[in-house]
């Protein structure tokens, strides 16, 4: 059998069919990886059912944050920042290698919704919208997204929550139809 040199190797090696290629002992690996490693970010939106006002209590909208925070942690999803305003919270996040998207936004939505039914009988009938945008978010731009999140009280004096979310699904290119993104 021949023995050819991989160039960008530097180890020989025998190749015994030339359709495939055949790993012999001697190419074993020195360093086993056996774990397996991500870094995924996303900004997590939604609002609650109607839009209704229902985190006005700021000190109350501070807790619920906490309290998602927790939730994400216990689901190995590494909380950045929360926040938001009366009606909608926004969430960075990373998502776990484990977790799949949907799952963790229905963990945290389905537990701070029980969460909140128990913190005042004005909170009785409280629920979140169906729906909920995430989009991933590249490393550099967690900062920027942070600072979003931090300056929601301001951002929304100007605009509404449904604009900026119509403006989230253009500049991530998500096809919508209107009557199905609103509860």
């Not at 056996?34 to 970010?41: D, E, R, Y």
């Not at 004096?157 to 509860?183: G, I």
Request: glycine share 6%.
């Amino acid at each position: 059998m021949p023995r050819q040199r991989l160039r960008w190797v530097n180890i020989k090696t025998k190749f015994i069919n030339p359709e495939r290629v055949e790993s012999p002992a001697s190419l074993g690996h020195y360093h086993v990886m056996p774990q397996s490693l991500a870094k995924i970010i996303v900004h997590s939106v939604f609002s609650t059912k109607d839009r209704r006002p229902f985190l006005r209590d700021k000190p109350l909208r501070e807790e619920l944050h906490r309290y998602l925070g927790g939730i994400l942690t216990n689901l190995d999803c590494q909380p950045i920042i929360i926040g938001g305003v009366e009606d909608h919270v926004h969430i960075l996040s990373t998502l776990s290698r484990t977790c799949e998207a949907a799952e963790m936004v229905k963990e945290v939505k389905r537990g701070s919704s029980l969460w909140l039914k128990t913190k005042s009988s004005d909170l009785h009938n409280f629920a979140w919208q169906n729906g909920y945008g995430i989009f991933s978010i590249g490393f550099s731009q967690v900062e920027t997204v942070r600072n979003y999140i931090a300056g929601q009280e301001e951002h929304h004096r100007k605009v509404s929550f449904q604009d900026e979310f119509r403006e989230f699904l253009k500049r991530y290119d998500v096809e919508f139809d209107e009557r199905y993104v609103w509860d």
